[in-house]
């Protein structure tokens, strides 16, 4: 008898063949591998907590603006402080307050003294040009305070009516100088200006000088339209009446004459005589008078003419003498 044995053995499957995007090729033949962004970041290191870039500190704007501020000032000093005395005495004078601040000229940076390049140049003749080219008078105006009484007084037959009233007013009044009388009043002869150079101007060096002036005495308040009368500031002081007023029509007869523009037509006039005649008002309107003429003149003509020629003026005065 014959046993037929059968034994079944597993046959090897087959691998599966590779994707084609993942096929084994040369390792000399493959391209430099590219990571993916993934892989950057996973492979991009961790910070510390806390960490923060070293950058410069941020300056606010603030300091930004304030420091350009400051600059421009520096640099426009004269100007600035010019507006700031203006502003300031607008407001001292909308409040009533009469008080006499530093006078400070215009003037921008680049005015300034140039250094002297000629010896060879008539200054005389040139700035008293200058001067000849004067076209507007110099005005001082001053406040001051006064007092005056307005009565009214019209009988009703034997009965008296009369009313009274005292005011403290302040008055506004100016003061001019000519600062151009003439070509005859700057003739040599008068001896009206007069120029000395003291030092002449060389290359690298400024010349200096000293300059003498007479001008007219200045005018004071010519009519009553010239002084003015603040009505904000004046306020009645007091008032006294008959003993009919106002009853049995006395305040109807005379209440039309005590209007505001009868009030201000008599102080006007009284603030004109004082502007004219009173002492204590005339000398300060003087005074300021001749301090505005002196300014204007030094430092908007004289001083100016003599940056631009190569000198320095160390000596100005002007004295006054009647027309």
């Known amino acids: 008898m014959v046993r037929i044995t059968i034994q079944r053995t597993e046959r090897a499957e087959p691998a599966d063949p590779p994707a084609p995007g993942n096929a084994q090729l040369d390792p000399a033949s493959q391209p430099y591998p590219q990571p993916s962004p993934r892989q950057y970041r996973q492979q991009a290191p961790r910070r510390p907590p806390g960490w923060r870039p070293h950058l410069l500190p941020r300056i606010p704007w603030w300091a930004k603006w304030g420091t350009v501020i400051v600059l421009v000032g520096l640099v426009f000093r ?45 200054v005389g003749p040139i700035v008293l040009q200058k001067i000849e080219g004067i076209s507007s008078p110099a005005l001082s105006a001053e406040n001051f305070n006064f007092v005056f009484t307005h009565t009214v007084s019209k009988n009703i037959g034997p009965w008296p009516c009369w009313y009274s009233g005292t005011f403290d007013a302040v008055g506004r009044a100016s003061a001019t100088v000519d600062l151009n009388p003439g070509p005859a009043w700057w003739q040599s002869s ?79 006039s009284v603030a004109f005589y004082q502007a004219t005649h009173l002492a204590s008002v005339t000398k300060p309107l003087i005074a300021t008078a001749e301090t505005e003429a002196t300014e204007i003149i030094r430092n908007d003509f004289i001083q100016p003419t003599l940056n631009a020629l190569g000198y320095t003026l160390t000596r100005f005065s002007i004295r006054w003498v009647a027309p």
């Open 78 to 122: 004269r100007a600035v402080a010019w507006a700031v005395v203006a502003a300031l005495s607008a407001a001292l004078h909308l409040i009533g307050v009469n008080w006499h601040l530093p006078d400070i000229k215009f003037g921008w940076p680049w005015q300034s003294i140039t250094s002297g390049t000629t010896t060879n140049v008539f």
């Open 190 to 268: 008068t001896g009206h200006y007069q120029l000395t150079v003291l030092r002449k101007a060389a290359a690298g060096s400024p010349g200096a000088l000293a300059i003498s002036m007479a001008l007219p005495l200045p005018q004071l308040p010519q009519s009553v339209h010239d002084v003015s009368v603040d009505n904000t500031l004046s306020k009645p002081i007091s008032t006294d009446h008959s003993w009919t007023y106002p009853g049995l029509g006395c305040g109807v007869l005379i209440q039309p004459q005590f209007s505001q523009s009868v009030l201000y037509a008599q102080a006007q």
